[in-house]
Each structure stands twice: as C-alpha cells, then as structure tokens.
C-alpha cells in the first residue's frame, strides 16, 4: 500500500545494496595495483629530480657567485706569479701551440688543442614498421603486422647484420674486418701567455671543425671529396664495406681563449670553492671576468629550466596514473577536494604545480630566503585559500548554533 502511493522512495532494501555497491579505494587499488604502482614510481622520480636540479642549481650559482668576487686577473701572462699560488684567476689570450698532432697516413698535420679522426663504413640498416590491424574475428583480436625495410648509409658504429629480420642480400662486414678505428688525440702542451692549461681544461674543448691536408696522401687509392677521405673506388656510387675518415680539430693555435681556474705552480687547473663545488670555465674569446660569469649564470639557468620541466611533466604523469584513485579519494572527502583541486585545472595538474613550486621553494630557502618563501606561497597560496574559507564557514555555523536559543 505505501508503496504503491510512493514509488520513488528507496526502501531498506535499495539502501543496503546501494551501500553494499559503494566503491572503496582498496576495491580500486587491486584493480590498477600496476598502474598505480607505475604513476607512485614516476612521482618520485619527478620528485627526486627537481629535488636534485634545485641542489644543482643553488651548489653552482653560489660557486659562481664566490668565483666572481674571488677571481684574479694577473698584470702579465708572459711572466707567472708565485703568490699567486692556489688562486682563482682568469687568463685569456691566444693559444700557443709548439707541437703538432699528426696522423701520417693521410699526411695531415695541425698546432692544435685535439684532433679527433672519424671512420664511417658504408653498411646496411634496417627499419622495423609496425602496423595494428583489428581483424574480425570471434576474439576480436588486435593482430600486430611487422614489415621491415633496408637501406644503406655511412655509419661510425658496426651494424650486425646477423640481427636482421631478413639477412638475404644484406651482410655487412664483420668486426674482425672494420678498416681503422675512431680515435682523438690531446696535445701535452698547451699554453696561454705563460700559463700552461691542464689536462681538465683541455678537456673542455669540445667545439671541433673539420678540415683536410694540403697534401694528397701516400695511398693510390684515396679519394678527397667536400674534406672526406674516401676508400672507395666510386665516391657517389660507394658499396657495402667501403670506408671513409673524417679530422676534425678543436682549439687551434692562435685561436684566442679565456680561461678560469686555480693557478697550481703554471698550470691552470679546478678550483675548489667554498661551497664544495669545482671551479673550472672554459670560453671562446677574450672577456672580462663579468662577461664570463655571466655567460655561466645563463647556462646554468637554462639547464635549471629544462630539468625542472623534466622533473614537474613526470610527476604530472605520474599523478596521471594516479588519478582514478585520487577522484575516488576526493569523491569520499568533498572537503580535500576543495583544499587540493583548484577551480580551473584538473586534479593531477594541480597537484603536480604545487609539488615543483614547493621543492624548488625549498632548494632556494636557505640560499635566497626572499624567492624561497615567494616560491612557497605561490605554489601554497591557491590552496591554502579553501583551507581558510572551511574554517572560516566552520566557525560562523559555531558561532550560529551556540547563539541559538
């Protein structure tokens, strides 16, 4: 009778099978335990990143900061001073290169800091194409169609031609029987002035350009073509196994350097900074000591940057991951839906800027407080908002019963 006169209302029986049907998070947790366990990982590893490059980046602008108010710059490079001795100091001028490095082959002799000798070998490669095709059938199935192709190019490195999917008509050399090996030479002697530049800051001569000999070499067989030496009998025809080498130098004599570092008797090597941090700058050019620091102070925040960008898109897909598990989550306590969620983004978004504002905050407290703190609030504040408006009603609704008669 009654419920015939109210047919909408739910009764004892549809109140338990809707609380029995009420999803929980363990339910959740054991039907995306892997995805859930792969997006907890990548948070971490977000974490663990930006944690890391703000520690970075602090270490290095406060080494270079000490270095640019430490550093000496000597009357003369012709003469080196000893009180001088374990200081940071700035020398800059022409390279003086005495000895050449040489390669007696190819007939190629050059004064320079290193010369690096490239071998590439004409061999096959393979490319591998996937396809996803659906096929009908009663599993409806998704059946992976693989293709592959073959080319050939110059390359430095040996290809097994074993590995191929189809081996017919394309064998590469063996390993046994690649020509010549890659190599780089490192001149022992380089100086600037009187100052003789170590073995780490000859290191840092990383920028090569390439050249060829004056003179043909020795060998019949050798053709010279755009500053390549090929061992093949047609240059624009080459066939599977031929080869060809490449020189290439980085910092020439008289070319003109600035280098920062500790003079250590006439050597120019790391500098140890108060901060524990190593102190060694390598520029092309003559610049002042504001000029190279500089420069520095800008690299170092383009690579800050890009790792934080790094470290913030692996935490936001990581949240990603999670974020069945965090709906559910906020489904179940509305009130930490409006302390997390901000009104005008996604859930995993928000809490992924939050999570790079407060560690980078963190990483810059101690060094510089003032953008430490900013840093803190900004990534805080939109949250912390919700937090004192909930109090806020919760003590007005107080205040409302206790005046209640």
């Known amino acids: 009778m009654y419920r015939r006169e109210y047919p909408d209302v739910p009764g004892l029986f549809d109140a338990r099978f809707s ?105 096959w490669y393979e490319t591998e194409d996937a396809h996803n095709q659906n096929i009908d059938t009663g599993d409806h199935d ?5 293709s592959y192709s073959y080319d050939t190019d110059w390359f430095d490195q040996h290809i097994d031609s074993s590995n191929f999917a189809n081996t017919l008509g394309h064998h590469n050399p063996h390993l046994d029987s690649w020509p010549a090996n890659s190599s780089l030479l490192t001149n022992s002697r380089v100086k600037i002035g009187g100052f003789l530049l170590g073995t780490d800051a000859k290191e840092k001569f990383s920028e090569f350009k390439p050249f060829t000999s004056d003179s043909r070499p020795h060998s019949a067989g050798v053709k010279i073509y755009a500053g390549l030496y090929y061992h093949c009998r047609n240059v624009w025809e080459p066939e599977v196994g031929e080869h060809r080498v490449q020189f290439s130098y980085a910092g020439r004599h008289g070319d003109q350097f600035t280098v920062v570092g500790r003079q250590a008797g006439r050597e120019v090597r790391p500098y140890q900074t108060e901060a524990g941090e190593e102190l060694l700058l390598l520029q092309a050019g003559l610049k002042e000591a504001g000029e190279v620091f500089h420069a520095e102070q800008i690299s170092n925040r383009t690579a ?38 901000l009104g005008v983004t996604s859930l995993h978004f928000s809490v992924s800027i939050t999570l790079s504002l407060s560690i980078i905050g963190l990483g810059w407290l101690w ?39």
């Open 304 to 341: 800050t940057w890009v790792y934080r960008l790094a470290g913030w898109f692996v935490a936001f897909l990581g949240l990603s991951c999670l974020s069945s598990l965090l709906e559910m989550m906020m489904d179940q306590y509305p009130i930490m839906r409006r302390m997390v969620a």
């Open 367 to 405: 060094y510089r407080p003032l953008l430490g703190l900013a840093l803190l609030l900004t990534g805080l504040l939109p949250h912390s908002v919700p937090v004192v408006r909930i109090m806020w009603g919760d003590r007005g609704r107080w205040h409302g019963d206790r005046d209640r008669p």
């Open 142 to 146: 998704t059946h992976v169609e693989k």
């Open 19 to 123: 609380q029995y049907n009420q999803p929980s998070l363990g339910r959740e947790l054991q039907r995306t335990w892997l995805i859930s366990i792969i997006g907890m990982v990548m948070v971490l590893v977000g974490g663990g990143l930006l944690f890391w490059n703000e520690g970075r980046a602090v270490r290095t602008s406060v080494a270079l900061a000490e270095g640019l108010r430490d550093v000496l710059i000597p009357e003369t490079l012709d003469v080196v001073f000893e009180e001088n001795n374990g200081a940071l100091v700035l020398v800059g001028g022409a390279l003086t290169i005495e000895d050449s490095l040489t390669d007696e082959f190819y007939g190629i002799s050059v004064p320079a800091v290193k010369m690096r000798k490239v071998v590439q070998v004409y061999q």
